[in-house]
């Protein structure tokens, strides 16, 4: 039987800012962690490689607002801090 992987756990150290930031950060977290899973099954974020953080940037948000998209980049550089990996999105505005 395998646990249920607990995002609120994997990022509680590196969560800052106001009681509403926080909340917006895990849910989109586990959003993002939902898509992943879902086409790719990579269940955590320690079997996430880049390519899936650029595919749901691209294809999962593609239809949404800037500003949504803009708070979807500051999790995922969360998400890449607490990896502690090096990737780097830039926030391209759509034209």
Excluded: N
């Amino acid at each position: 039987m395998s646990k249920r992987f607990d995002m609120e756990l994997f990022l509680a150290g590196v969560l800052t800012g106001s009681h509403a930031t926080r909340q917006r950060h895990l849910r989109q977290a586990k959003v993002i962690q939902a898509a992943i899973a879902g086409r790719w099954q990579r269940k955590t974020p320690w079997a996430w490689q880049r390519k899936h953080i650029a595919w749901f940037l691209q294809e999962c948000l593609s239809q949404r607002s800037e500003a949504t998209q803009y708070y979807y980049l500051l999790t995922v550089r969360l998400l890449a801090f607490r990896l502690e990996k090096a990737w780097l999105f830039s926030y391209k505005v759509r034209e």
